[in-house]
């Protein structure tokens, strides 16, 4: 029981090897999904640590909350680029 999750991970890479996918296709595929998935996680991050009900007294101050709310907005704006481009 104690290397189960190895083993099923070991025999997964293998079925996928076998299946004829390839690995750098796989990497590029889930670097697309975090691209797409990262900013609404970042506006999550950004409003959970700016309210001091979550926080306390450790809020993020004004300047960390700009850089999170651009950051959000660049990572936004260039995913949706993304999908624009690759679709039309």
């Not at 996680?41 to 909350?65: A, C, E, H, Q």
């Not at 660049?74 to 690759?86: C, H, N, Q, S, Y």
Request: charged share 10%.
């Amino acid at each position: 029981m104690r290397h189960c999750g190895r083993r099923s991970s070991r025999f997964l890479g293998l079925a996928v090897d076998f299946a004829g996918v390839s690995a750098v296709s796989m990497l590029f595929w889930s670097a697309v999904v975090n691209g797409v998935l990262a900013p609404p996680l970042i506006v999550l991050v950004v409003l959970l640590t700016s309210d001091p009900k979550v926080m306390g007294t450790r809020v993020n101050g004004r300047s960390l909350r700009l850089l999170g709310w651009t950051t959000a907005i660049v990572m936004a704006v260039a995913a949706a680029v993304m999908l624009v481009t690759t679709i039309v």
